[in-house]
């Protein structure tokens, strides 16, 4: 591929499993891609910056392709989406009755939303209360502290909520898998199509070599991956990135879009995001 001069502008979040994906490509690891000028910014944030049209390439929800896929194309590459990796709601007792209940959750245009969302329809009839937006770091400790009567939790909270003496009430990708059978899709990887087609596939070989470059050698981007890991267990970093890194990250393949096409067209069905095109998810 032959690189741009200047740094691409790329925001994705400071998480174990983004930071060890493209360690090996923000740090020059990967020949003749182009360089990145790295912003970290929570998945909200860089939805934000996806609608607005910021930056040239983001780690956002899947949840918000629908909204920005004119300007943007997915990436088949570099992501995240998997099996037993999916949101849960968590509570202070275990069995809790969420009708009418109040709900953090980290982001109303995040994936995490879109599958809570969808078990709610079929597994509260009442409905759910008050829904309240939370950065994901405060969403337990306000479930403990009975700010809220649930929350809605992503990334390595899978792994410490006990340790805020909480219980899992549902797991939203164990819903997902066992009416689908589909992968849970959660953060596509998304670049500016006004890029052209030909940068674009550069884009998507420069991160796949990314992923595998850090297969290879692991211990390469444990530098990178502990700096930004916000005081993280480094066991707990670990499981993070084995459960979010996986196939999918290398090649979405068919699973992969079959997984983003039927979460997009159910979530449209219910009203909750605006139909796609049929080739909107095409690649280059």
Not at 18 to 34: E, K, L, Q, S, Y
């Amino acid at each position: 591929m032959t690189a741009p001069t200047d740094p691409l502008k790329i925001a994705y979040s400071p998480c174990p499993n983004d930071t060890f994906v493209f360690d090996a490509w923000a740090h020059g690891r990967i020949a003749g891609a182009p360089a990145l000028d790295v912003t970290f910014a929570d998945i909200d944030i860089t939805n934000g910056m996806a609608e607005r049209g910021e930056f040239d390439v983001l780690k956002v929800s899947y949840a918000v392709l629908p909204y920005v896929l004119d300007e943007y194309a997915l990436l088949p590459c570099g992501g995240a989406l998997g099996r037993g990796c999916g949101p849960l709601v968590l509570t202070r007792e275990p069995g809790t009755d969420l009708t009418g209940r109040t709900v953090a959750v980290p982001s109303e245009r995040s994936t995490a939303y879109l599958l809570f969302r969808l078990w709610a329809a079929d597994t509260v009839p009442g409905g759910v209360g008050e829904v309240v937006v939370l950065p994901f770091h405060e969403i337990m400790p306000a479930v403990r502290d009975g700010k809220v009567d649930a929350g809605l939790v992503i990334h390595e909270a899978r792994f410490t909520y006990r340790d805020y003496g909480l219980h899992k009430l549902a797991d939203m990708g164990e819903h997902w898998e066992a009416t689908t059978g589909l992968p849970i899709p959660l953060g596509a990887i998304i670049a500016k199509r006004s890029l052209g087609a030909e940068a674009l596939r550069g884009l998507a070989s420069a991160a796949r070599a990314s992923v595998r470059a850090a297969w290879d050698d692991p211990s390469a981007s444990r530098a990178y991956v502990l700096d930004h890991a916000q005081e993280m267990d480094p066991a707990v970093a670990d499981q993070h990135i084995g459960l979010y890194v996986n196939e999918f990250t290398a090649d979405l393949g068919e699973d992969g879009y079959a997984a983003v096409r039927g979460l997009l067209a159910r979530a449209a069905a219910e009203g909750l995001v605006p139909a796609l095109a049929p080739d909107a998810l095409a690649f280059p």
